[in-house]
T-cell receptor, first 109, second 116 residues
Framework: GQNIDQPTEMTATEGAIVQINCTYQ??????LFWYQQHAGEAPTFLSY??LDGLEEKGRFSSFLSRSKGYSYLLLKELQMKDSASYLC??????????WGAGTKLIIKP | GAVVSQHPSWVICKSGTSVKIECRSL??????MFWYRQFPKQSLMLMAT?????????EQGVEKDKFLINHASLTLSTLTVTSAHPEDSSFYIC????????????FGPGTRLTVL
């Protein structure tokens, strides 16, 4: 079966750095997405990785290792507004998105 | 980026009534739209994939006669929850796919459905 694993909840301090991990087992691979979702709102796109390595975009970076079935989202200089759920999703061979359950990130002052 | 709208944003209805939710891609043509459902503190659950001009493909366990999907144009898809019951209360989100290098999906703002 297809499976996406990520931690349920993480806590970090304002101004610090946090890394959210995601491991996956899917039927084929056409890229990995990270989305941010605030409570009561729809997800918003953060990043896309299809090749191994690190993609940096401002305070957010995303890493992918296809051989290990592993990705992480790195958030630097955390701000209170970064409190949200972070969803990892993999596009399989049928171009369907397989979603993780999401990681709720709590930022404390 | 591409913009997807949903209407209504929230709806409260009585048990047994039907509710229609619209999903529109505002500044691009979406050949494929997706309908998701999300219960509190849970991840997105794909309900169906909607391709313009053809019948929707429903995920296992989703009743196609209860959740009617119409994708009449490249910019509009509708989801109708027929004979809604309290257990259908959920957050319904649509997304539209842009055929690009990485097939990103753009999400609508979601519709909060409460069935009394």
């Amino acid at each position: 079966g297809q499976n996406i694993d990520q931690p349920t909840e993480m806590t970090a301090t304002e101004g610090a750095i946090v890394q959210i991990n995601c491991t996956y087992q899917t039927s084929g691979f056409n890229g990995l997405f990270w989305y941010q979702q605030h409570a009561g709102e729809a997800p918003t796109f953060l990043s896309y990785n299809v090749l191994d390595g690190l993609e940096e975009k401002g305070r957010f970076s995303s890493f992918l290792s296809r051989s290990k079935g592993y990705s992480y989202l790195l958030l630097k200089e955390l701000q209170m507004k970064d409190s949200a759920s972070y969803l990892c999703a993999v596009m399989d061979s049928n171009y369907q998105l397989i979603w993780g359950a999401g990681t709720k990130l709590i930022i404390k002052p | 980026g591409a913009v997807v709208s949903q209407h209504p944003s929230w709806v409260i209805c009585k048990s047994g009534t039907s509710v229609k939710i619209e999903c529109r891609s505002l500044d691009f043509q979406a050949t494929t739209m997706f309908w998701y459902r999300q219960f509190p503190k849970q991840s997105l659950m794909l309900m169906a994939t909607s391709n313009e001009g053809s019948k929707a493909t429903y995920e296992q366990g989703v009743e196609k006669d209860k959740f009617l999907i119409n994708h009449a144009s490249l910019t509009l898809s509708t989801l109708t929850v027929t004979s809604a019951h309290p257990e259908d209360s959920s957050f319904y989100i649509c997304s539209a796919r842009v055929l690009a290098d990485y097939n990103e999906q753009f999400f609508g703002p979601g519709t909060r459905l409460t069935v009394l």
